[in-house]
């Protein structure tokens, strides 16, 4: 069955420690999308790529960023994780083009500091 | 910034029984989508209203958009214990790919 892959599922760092979460997709879809969603809260979106486009938003951090070798795989890298940075990553793909079709979401990767 | 808000947040419910929750917006839209997310898991799509639409439906979803009021609701009847999520209306401006959610509404549904 297509569909958006992250890994790992949950993961553990320490303060300060760079971390990187992973998605893959099957469905071939030109967009790709980072949220960051913190408990009880709507999901918050990081930053996407149209094909190779990286679209950040104004009010993501420097602290993070993104990777995307090619359609399939796109990576989320946090070079110097805080406490406020736990929260769950969801990634995103869609189609693209003028239809704006939905999107289909990836399990999310749960972010412990410590 | 969040592009909508909900209402209510949250709202228990019997099984058997409708559910309705609203969401209203900010900005003009190209389209509204509803989805649902089960505790700690991703979101999944459940319906799409452009904005030339006024009413929608689904199965036991029914989807309301009033571009005038920007504002939208979510009608899930007959509900099952099943139904027990959050559900989170999202905008998507025109001439945009990115979606912004509103503030959800967590569900429960008592069997």
């Known amino acids: 069955d297509a569909m958006v892959i992250q890994n790992p599922r949950y993961q553990v760092t320490q303060f300060g420690k760079p971390v990187t979460l992973s998605c893959s997709q099957t469905?071939?879809?030109?967009?790709m999308y980072w949220y960051q969603q913190k408990s009880s809260q709507a999901p918050k979106l990081l930053f996407h790529y149209y094909d190779k486009d990286f679209n950040n938003e104004a009010d993501t951090p420097d602290n993070f960023q993104s990777r995307r070798p090619n359609t399939s795989f796109c990576f989320l890298d946090i070079r110097s994780p805080g406490l406020g940075d736990a929260a769950m990553y969801l990634c995103a793909t869609s189609p693209g083009g003028l239809s704006y079709n939905e999107q289909f979401f990836g399990p999310g990767t749960r972010l412990t500091v410590l | 910034s969040q592009q909508g808000e909900e209402d209510p947040q949250a709202l228990s419910i019997q099984e058997g029984e409708n559910a309705t929750m609203n969401c209203s917006y900010k900005t003009s839209i190209n389209n509204l989508q509803w989805y649902r997310q089960n505790s700690g898991r991703g979101l999944v799509h459940l319906i799409l209203?452009?904005?030339?639409?006024r009413e929608k439906h689904s199965g036991r979803l029914r989807v309301t958009l009033d571009t005038s009021k920007k504002s939208s609701s979510l009608l899930i009847t007959a509900s099952r214990a099943a139904d027990t999520a959050s559900y989170f209306c999202a905008g998507i401006v025109t001439a945009g790919n990115k979606l912004t959610f509103g503030g959800g509404t967590r569900v429960l549904v008592k069997p």
């Open positions: 469905l071939n879809h030109n967009v």
């Open positions: 209203i452009r904005s030339n639409e």
